[in-house]
């Protein structure tokens, strides 16, 4: 992406849905609860649908996501029944808003199990508590990713950059994204010239 934007100052975004969509297919097909010769089992058989909006943005060298979307995940697995035979089963998970300020505690999940009996039902307490902070944690992993995959995207090089306010803007910004270890000092600096 060829970014003409003096200084970084300027609004830049890059629309990362298809990468999004790439990137949770990838990250979510095969998590499982529990495992095959368990009594109870369930995985994320495929990843339905994903709609919303995901991009990347820059503003005097600050660089952000902004991500509100919302999937459904289709689900397989078996649970062993009183009689001791195996009965598979079907169902999906919504989740109806992973956004950019979402908490790890503040997902909502909709387990559904298609043809639902009573025995069906006992793998939901499996999934509630093996499947979905696995969930949890992917979500909360997904915008620093995308932050890492394409903050470099929208801005020019730091070389380029002639303003110390808009540079220790995109100094934090890739500091924050590759992790505390790798932040600079900070620096009192001038008011920002325009």
């Not at 970084?8 to 095969?30: F, M, Q, S, T």
Request: glycine content about 6%; hydrophobic content about 30%; some cysteine.
């Amino acid at each position: 992406m060829v970014v003409n934007n003096p200084n970084n100052w300027h609004w830049v975004d890059k629309n990362c849905i298809g990468w999004a969509r790439e990137y949770l297919k990838e990250k979510l097909v095969g998590v499982e609860a529990g495992s095959t010769k368990d009594k109870k089992y369930a995985k994320i058989k495929s990843v339905s649908s994903i709609e919303g909006d995901c991009e990347v943005n820059q503003r005097k060298g600050k660089v952000i996501s902004l991500f509100d979307l919302k999937l459904t995940l289709l689900i397989e697995g078996h649970v062993d029944s009183k009689d001791g035979s195996t009965l598979p089963f079907e169902g999906s998970i919504n989740i109806p808003e992973v956004a950019f300020d979402s908490e790890a505690s503040s997902y909502q999940f909709e387990i559904s199990i298609f043809k639902e009996t009573s025995e069906l039902n006992e793998v939901k307490p499996l999934i509630r508590s093996e499947l979905l902070p696995k969930l949890r944690q992917l979500f909360q992993q997904f915008g620093k990713d995308l932050l890492a995959t394409h903050g470099n995207d929208i801005q020019v090089p730091e070389s380029q950059v002639k303003s110390d306010y808009t540079r220790s803007n995109q100094q934090n910004s890739l500091s924050e994204i590759r992790g505390p270890a790798s932040k600079p000092e900070k620096k009192n600096l001038p008011p920002p010239q325009l």
